[in-house]
């Protein structure tokens, strides 16, 4: 009876044992280089800025200087009324309204340069303020907050009423500044958002927006919406100040 019962353990422990012994499969260590190589997709080669008077060989210029002619009034579709500038910039017309591009965008680098009126005038938000609009809906502020505090989710470098930058990076009020700025567009699906936008921000070259998740419109009064949409245009702001923008180029991405 003694052998059987222990003839029985050792055949009941033969698939634990089994198991027990069954190690996991590793990966392979490679022998070569070529191994851990590959070659494909080969990446576009892309003139860089520094060597194509300021603009990277794949991007459009949508201002140059010369002519308001990549814009439109964002009101009557029209002639955009806005002031150009013997200085190769434009500024706004207060009253004129915003002012859209004539393109449509999604996912972009885009790059312009912006300054302050030089005499100041107001205070908080009253003071040179602006602001440039992702497909139509998504503001980035632009301000004058030079000894100028005002609500900090509506400063400039913010993403409007929905986050607060890094740094206040300005330069002295009426000298030119900086954006550079990925934007990554938000994605829909069936009529309802499946991914959020994204938006990265360098002011005068300063990272204030790190991959900033996108909650929606960026309302002045209440909630960010989040209704469907495709590509749309970049916006400029007439917020009643003379505001001036120069070398505004954008790169589309994938």
């Given at each position: 009876m003694k052998l059987v019962l222990r003839c029985t353990a050792v055949i009941l422990l033969l698939p634990f044992l089994a198991t027990a012994q069954k190690k996991e499969p590793m990966e392979k260590e490679p022998t070569k280089p070529e191994a851990t190589e590959f070659y494909k997709p080969v990446p576009p080669v892309v003139t860089p800025a520094v060597e194509n008077d300021g603009v990277p060989g794949d991007a459009i210029v949508l201002f140059d200087g010369k002519s308001l002619d990549e814009w439109v009034s964002s009101e009557t579709e029209g002639k955009a009324g806005w002031t150009l500038n013997s200085d190769g910039s434009m500024s706004v017309r207060p009253g004129a309204g915003d002012i859209h591009s004539k393109k449509e965008f999604g996912?972009?680098?885009?790059?312009?340069?912006?300054?302050?009126?030089?005499?100041?005038?107001?205070?908080?938000?009253?003071?040179?303020?602006?602001?440039?609009?992702?497909?139509?809906?998504?503001?980035?502020?632009?301000?004058?907050?030079?000894?100028?505090?005002?609500?900090?989710?509506?400063?400039v470098g913010s993403l409007y009423k929905q986050q607060v930058p890094l740094a206040r990076a300005s330069v002295k009020t009426g000298e030119w500044n900086t954006y550079d700025i990925i934007f990554h567009a938000p994605v829909f699906e069936k009529g309802q958002r499946v991914k959020k936008g994204t938006i990265t921000l360098l002011h005068n070259g300063i990272l204030v927006l790190d991959h900033v998740r996108i909650k929606g419109t960026t309302e002045y009064i209440g909630w960010p919406k989040n209704e469907p949409h495709g590509k749309g245009p970049i916006k400029l702001q007439d917020h009643g100040s003379p505001v001036s923008y120069r070398n505004i180029w954008i790169r589309e991405l994938p």
């Open positions: 996912s972009v680098q885009l790059h312009l340069e912006w300054k302050s009126p030089e005499k100041i005038e107001g205070d908080g938000q009253n003071r040179g303020n602006s602001g440039v609009f992702l497909q139509d809906r998504y503001e980035i502020q632009i301000l004058d907050n030079n000894n100028n505090d005002t609500y900090v989710n509506g400063q």
